[in-house]
């Protein structure tokens, strides 16, 4: 079996890598392209780190079980199937699904530290950064937690920055430079997408001519 092409996409929380991985989702199919996100690899809350108030950061490279999302993405590598739990980040009204990630010709890591996983980083054929502005990475996220995952607003403003920007400074926003392709967002990234999108396509054309 010919190795798969591995692309990582990072960016700072609200920058929109959600969405956009979203709109790739919809455009290919699961034998042509897998994304498997870092997200669903959050350590229980019980074991993540509370800062000097006692508030549990998710925000921090060790919140994360980076041995098994390693793990799992050398299994996809290998040709192997995937199963994980889906992450409902402690929604209690939430069920959360098992997730299938299957061997495709090309594979996606996403998640705030894939470039800061040292492992992860080096599995990479290309790395992609999606960046956006700080004030409205800060609106999405209010947006997104508390429509999404009902946190009160005092919670979502405490938690971006206390957390969420230290956190994008020391461990995200350094590795930008290193980046083969970045996705401009702060207005919307439609012609990004459309760029990458033909980016796949060809590489998908090129393995079956192979």
């Known amino acids: 079996m010919q190795k798969p092409f591995i692309i990582g996409i990072t960016g700072g929380s609200g920058s929109g890598k959600t969405t956009f991985i979203n709109d790739i989702r919809k ?4 034998e042509e392209l897998c994304i498997i996100s870092q997200d ?6 019980a074991l993540q780190e509370t800062d000097e108030n006692g508030i549990h950061n998710f925000d921090l490279p060790k919140s994360i079980d980076k041995k098994s999302f390693h793990a799992d993405v050398e299994k996809l590598l290998k040709g192997q199937i995937v199963e994980r739990e889906e992450y409902v ?8 699904t098992v997730k299938i990630f299957k061997p495709a010709p090309i594979i996606i890591v996403e998640g705030l530290f894939v470039f800061h ?20 990475k800060v609106i999405r996220r209010i947006l997104r937690d508390q429509v999404e995952r009902g946190y009160p607003m005092d919670d979502v403003l405490y938690r971006y920055e206390r957390h969420v920007m230290p956190s994008y400074k020391k461990y995200i926003e350094p590795y930008m ?13 439609n012609m990004g997408l459309e760029a990458f999108c033909g980016f796949l396509r060809e590489r998908l054309r090129k393995n079956a001519v192979k």
């Not at 455009?27 to 699961?30: I, N, T």
Request: glycine share 0%; proline share 4%.
């Open 27 to 30: 455009q290919f199919s699961e």
């Open 177 to 189: 430079q290193d980046a083969d392709l970045i996705i401009n967002n702060n207005q919307n990234f």
């Open 117 to 136: 996983y040292k492992k992860i980083y080096r599995l990479l054929d290309m790395k992609v950064f999606f960046y956006a502005a700080d004030h409205l």
């Open 40 to 45: 669903d690899y959050y350590f229980p809350r």
């Open 89 to 96: 980040f402690n929604n209690k009204e939430a069920v959360p």
